[in-house]
């Protein structure tokens, strides 16, 4: 079984998938973002770092996710907490003209070579709610995260789900609170539990 649990800055994704890991007795697959070493300054000087900042979360995560189809390195259950097409979401808002060209030809080449989810499982939440949590986990690189650009880019993922074309389940996570309430986690695991079950012609 491969998990991975998506949607946009700060909605809970990382909390979630720890969860099912937990659950399942799954690998938890993280993305790395502390330690790309442009982010600080792209989010000081986006035009500056757009391109350093997409092409290092883009072979990070195409190697991190590459070792999902090698047997041996992750032999049962992964829950992970990004899709790699998330890549190329950002990129299509932060990269203009010949980079983004660039970044569009190593990104088509890569893509077609990572495992497709047994299921995604999309996390959505209006961008006040995404500003108090990102405000809660108070990382100092997002101090200055833009209402605007948290509004564009949950309506880029909106976007790309809309048209998505594998299993999807998608949850308002402005409506529960699954990292404080135990009531609140045991109801999104459940809905979870359901969607990975098997699908009968009565469905």
Known sequence: ?????????????????????????????????????????????????????????????????????????????????????????????????AEFHLYEDLYAHLSPRLPTPDLVIY?????DELLRRIARRGRPFERDMQASYLAELTSRYDEYFRTYRHPLLTIEAGQYDFVGCAEDEQVILERIHDALQPKTAAD
Request: no cysteine; charged share 20%; glycine share 6%.
């Open 123 to 127: 996390l959505r939440a209006d961008t």
């Open 1 to 97: 079984m491969y998990v991975v649990v998506e949607g946009p800055i700060g909605v809970g994704k990382t909390s979630l998938a720890g969860r099912l890991a937990a659950r399942y007795g799954a690998e938890l697959n993280l993305e790395i973002v502390e330690e790309n070493p442009f982010l600080a300054r792209f989010y000081e000087q986006p035009d500056a770092y757009s391109f350093q900042v997409q092409v290092f979360f883009l072979l990070s995560r195409f190697k991190q996710l590459s070792a999902l189809s090698q047997p041996g390195l992750f032999s049962g259950n992964v829950v992970s907490d990004y899709l790699f097409d998330k890549d190329f979401i950002f990129a299509a808002m932060n990269l203009k003209d």
